[in-house]
């Protein structure tokens, strides 16, 4: 079936630093989504990418679809301690509306 | 704002009891869908639903089940709840099928003994 990877498991990093974290799937997708949770929290819809080499933008978070569609990143420019979560992707295959979640992203924040 | 209300926030449940984890949206959502969280392991897929009285297997439903009566509401049932099972359940609904984000309810945290 179909797997999601996504690195790193944890991220540790002080407050004012960048962020990554990369997604990767076995399989074309139809379109990614990203996903935030907050410590304590449920998962919460950020964005969705659906063309070939798409990046789109949401204040400091920069989101990017592969040109293969099989992979993606989500990088945070000079985090603050609100960003602190785990960030996950989701992916839908062509043709397959289920969605596959990745394994997320921990990140913490050292003020 | 869309709305996922999961009925209970922690439970705590005897091993081979029944248990029932409800699940209503306020949206008028087609999809509706069960996961299971655990540490290292992501969100796994139990069972959804793209209408009333339709359901589907997802990745692991072994141990569980579904009910999809009403539109809004989508309830999951272990039928003998095993310690395996101790885990943090999560509800979403989606607004069609295909290209729409997930809301997801805040989650059961069910503890079995």
């Known amino acids: 079936g179909q797997q999601v990877m996504q690195i790193p498991q944890y991220q540790h990093v002080q407050e004012g630093e960048d962020f990554t974290t990369y997604c990767n799937s076995s399989?074309?997708?139809?379109?990614i989504q990203w996903y935030k949770q907050r410590p304590g929290g449920h998962p919460v819809f950020l964005i969705q990418?659906?063309?070939?080499?798409e990046v789109k933008k949401q204040k400091r978070l920069t989101f990017q679809f592969g040109e293969a569609k099989k992979n993606s990143s989500l990088h945070i420019t000079a985090t603050q301690t609100t960003d602190v979560g785990t960030y996950f992707c989701a992916g839908q295959p062509s043709g397959n509306e289920k969605l596959t979640f990745g394994t997320g992203t921990r990140l913490t924040i050292i003020p | 704002d869309v709305k996922v209300t999961q009925s209970s926030r922690y439970l705590v449940k005897r091993t081979g009891e029944k248990v029932f984890l409800e699940c209503v949206q306020d949206m008028d959502h087609e999809n509706m869908f069960w996961y299971r969280q655990d540490p290292g392991l992501g969100l796994r897929l139990i069972y959804f639903s793209y209408d009333v009285k339709m359901k589907e297997k997802g990745d692991i439903p072994e141990g569980y089940s579904v009910s999809r009566e009403k539109k809004e509401r989508f309830s999951l049932i272990l039928e003998s709840a095993s310690t395996n099972q101790t885990s943090m359940y999560l509800c979403?609904?989606?607004?069609?099928?295909?290209?729409?984000?997930?809301?997801f309810g805040s989650g059961t945290r069910l503890t079995v003994v």
């Open positions: 399989t074309t997708l139809s379109n």
């Open positions: 979403a609904s989606s607004f069609e099928r295909g290209y729409y984000g997930y809301t």
């Open positions: 990418l659906v063309k070939s080499g």
